[in-house]
């Protein structure tokens, strides 16, 4: 990595301020970009959800493609990402659309994602200048990358040091309050979710969160609460498909047992993605089948309301076991 590059991006991240925050099966990524969203105000003007999930702009996002799999609105609401997939997950592309002068401009792909042959999961940081996304550049695996907005425009891509991106792929990462950075990454062998403490520094820290997140079944695509106070992430622990759990923080600081979060959120086909908007009133995930994918919202309320179901875990203090650090 360029090392100029490197201290810009470290020094961004670091001074972040970290509050409140086809229907056919072989169907491909469209090369055209779509046209401009026509519609107006926070969230393209819907009506926000309740405390059961339902579909996010269905008819905007379908006149994009049907495989719309990650979308992504910045803190200030005046941008939105948005990456469009395939039926059997081969393939993804980034794009843009930017509220500027009292309109949406047409989705365009990110000047960032120029020389990338899979750009997706965009994440913004708290505050919105700096994006962190999942591509494959010069590499045959997927890392974590990030750029920061100037007055230029967005800054060329960095991808982040080891010990967050390695010889494995990695996948959609969340920033807490804390400064831990989650993401996940099949560097074990299998999709498992990490952490990276000290994130924001040139040498963060990364374990495996372990049980009872990371089971012997796949789990990624981790969603923290920004004050840490829940858990989201997919996983295969029920044996036919991929679905959402949360994991509740323990008054000891552990993560309690995860909870399926339930048929209104569910089904037989995969759920994942789950990430929240920058109030961290509302919640978004994808739902896939091979005909396409549906975006979901709900209030974040939902989620609250699973916590007195919530078994107390029978694990020690989420701060030790230190022998699972993979970098120092």
């Known amino acids: 990595m360029n ?13 972040m301020t970290l509050i409140g925050w086809t229907p056919a099966d072989d169907a ?23 405390d059961t999930p339902k579909p996010f702009a269905p008819e905007l996002l ?5 495989f719309v799999e990650a979308t ?43 020389g990338f042959t899979y750009s997706h999961e965009p994440v913004f940081l708290p ?4 994006l962190i996304f999942t591509g494959k550049h010069t590499t045959a695996t997927t890392d974590l990358w990030a750029v920061t907005r100037t007055e230029r425009g967005w800054s060329e891509p960095s991808r982040l040091p080891a010990p967050i991106n390695g010889d494995a792929d990695e996948f959609r990462g969340c920033p807490a309050l804390d400064r831990t950075f989650y993401f996940g990454s099949n560097r074990s062998g299998m999709l498992q979710v990490y952490r990276a403490s000290a994130f924001g520094t040139p040498t963060p820290r990364v374990e495996l969160v372990g049980p009872p997140i990371d089971v012997e079944a796949f789990d990624g695509d981790p969603c923290v609460a920004p004050d840490g106070r829940f858990l989201l992430f997919y996983s295969g622990r029920s044996g036919t498909s991929a679905d959402l759990y949360v994991s509740f923080r323990t008054e000891q600081g552990a993560w309690g047992e995860p909870l399926d979060l339930g048929p209104d959120f ?12 920058s109030d961290g009133k509302h919640l978004f995930f994808t739902r896939h089948t091979t005909q396409g994918n549906t975006i979901l919202w709900v209030l974040t309320s939902a989620i609250d309301a699973l916590k007195p179901k919530a078994k107390a875990s029978s694990v020690g203090p989420d701060t030790g076991d230190r022998e699972r650090e993979s970098g120092t």
């Open 3 to 15: 090392v100029q590059r490197n201290r810009r991006l470290w020094a961004c991240l670091a001074s």
């Open 28 to 50: 491909q990524v469209g090369t055209a970009a779509p046209a401009a969203p026509a519609t107006k105000g926070a969230f393209f003007g819907l009506a926000p959800p309740s």
């Open 62 to 66: 379908a006149a994009v493609s049907p």
């Open 72 to 114: 992504a609105f910045s803190p200030g609401g005046n941008a939105f990402f948005l990456s469009v997939g395939t039926a059997d997950y081969s393939q993804a592309k980034l794009y843009v659309t930017e509220w500027v002068d009292g309109a949406w401009t047409p989705f365009v792909e990110p000047s960032f994602t120029a």
């Open 127 to 130: 505050g919105g200048s700096t």
């Open 266 to 277: 569910n089904t037989a086909a995969d759920e994942y993605g789950a990430h929240l908007s």
